[in-house]
């Protein structure tokens, strides 16, 4: 119980950081993605260092506060808004589970990191993530006036996110990630 | 020449059973039994980008014998970009997966069905986005989004998984026979 809600808590700092570092690069217009979105890099480092149920919690927990934040905790026009908060939360769940049940990686090569199976994952979950969300925003009357653009732009900043967060993650914590024997 | 008139042969065949299975009520419908996507994935675990040429010449073929729906959508522009796009889509899912280290979708000889699995539903996701996008900026057409690409993407996925381990299967009863 203590573990679970440690994990959680530590998910729920690091997704918030990464959060709200992309907060003034965010667009009013639901059409454009943020161009970089982080979180998925931070959801994805969470969801693979401490396991589905002890990131899952904290990283809804961080995107909804932000998500409230921003929105005023206003609830009517923005629910669909919030949903796709769930879906980021769930994405990486889905992504890992995806490539673990097809038994293509487990991530991991004789304890070490396969990073080309990261780079491969962040693809993977922005496309898990964005596809829904296509059908899931109209569904609240606010019209995509561009579906092409709405896809390309939330693909493209979900991969350029991902791979920034999980490179920046990696330079600072170099040595302890090389003292574990995992790089 | 083999690989290509092999490749070909096997969408336009692939092509022409699907649409006399499930023929499409109009042109923005996608096919739930969209076996083509099988055959091109076939094609490119058999002959890997040698395939790419045979195909093309597969898709521009059917889409003259069977897709007269090209000319009602966009005329042949539209079916050119179409074909290419269902050239493309799989072959970046082919090379995704090899690129990326995934799967050789081959273990000591041994077809791994899984992989091969990851692998249709990966290209059906490629394919139903380009083609979707594609559709929206080609045509005016005021079909819904969710409606079009749950045609495609389902479509591809179970036609393509169909097709898929239905030849592979017989394929491996066929050896099995002549040992």
């Known amino acids: 119980m203590l573990d679970f809600l440690k994990f959680n808590l530590i998910s729920f700092v690091i997704v918030l950081i990464s959060r709200w570092i992309i907060v003034p690069f965010d667009h009013i217009d639901i059409s454009l993605a943020n161009y970089m979105w982080l979180p998925i890099g931070s959801t994805i480092i969470v969801t693979l260092m401490f396991g589905f149920s002890r990131s899952f919690y904290g990283i809804l927990t961080a995107l909804l506060l932000v998500a409230g934040i921003n929105k005023g905790f206003v609830w009517d026009p923005y629910q669909f808004s919030y949903i796709g908060k769930v879906i980021d939360s769930l994405g990486p769940i889905v992504s890992i589970m995806m490539m673990r049940v097809f038994q293509l990686s487990d991530f991991f090569d004789s304890g070490k990191v396969n990073h080309l199976h990261i780079v ?23 019209e995509i006036p561009d579906p092409v653009a709405f896809m390309s732009s939330y693909i493209s900043s979900d991969i350029v996110g991902g791979l920034v967060f999980i490179y920046a993650f990696v330079l600072l914590f170099k040595p302890i990630l090389i003292k574990n024997k995992l790089i | 020449m083999n690989t290509y008139i092999q490749s070909s042969s096997i ?28 055959a091109i994935v076939l094609s490119y675990l058999l002959f890997e980008y040698k395939a790419i040429l045979g195909v093309f010449i597969g898709t521009m073929i059917s889409g003259f014998l069977f897709l007269d729906a090209w000319s009602s959508v966009g005329g042949y522009r539209f079916g050119l970009i179409e074909s290419a796009i269902a050239v493309i889509s799989p072959y970046l899912a082919f090379l995704s997966i090899r690129k990326f280290e995934l799967s050789p979708f081959f273990n ?3 077809i791994n069905f899984r ?65």
């Not at chain 2, 009520?25 to 996608?30: D, H, N, R, V």
């Open chain 1, 120 to 142: 491969f994952l962040v693809i993977l979950n922005s496309i898990v993530v964005t596809l829904p969300k296509v059908f899931i925003y109209p569904l609240g009357g606010k």
């Open chain 2, 11 to 38: 969408v336009v065949v692939a092509t022409g059973l699907s649409l006399s299975l499930q023929p499409p009520i109009y042109s923005e419908q996608g096919n739930y039994l969209w076996l083509p996507l099988g």
């Open chain 2, 108 to 110: 000591n000889y041994k």
């Open chain 2, 115 to 179: 992989h091969i699995t990851f692998f249709v539903i990966l290209s059906a996701t490629y394919d139903a986005m380009f083609k979707f996008s594609h559709l929206l900026l080609a045509t005016e057409s005021d079909i819904s989004p969710s409606l079009l690409m749950r045609h495609y993407f389902l479509g591809e996925i179970i036609g393509g998984l169909v097709f898929v381990i239905f030849l592979l299967k017989l394929f491996d009863i066929f050896v099995k026979r002549l040992k």
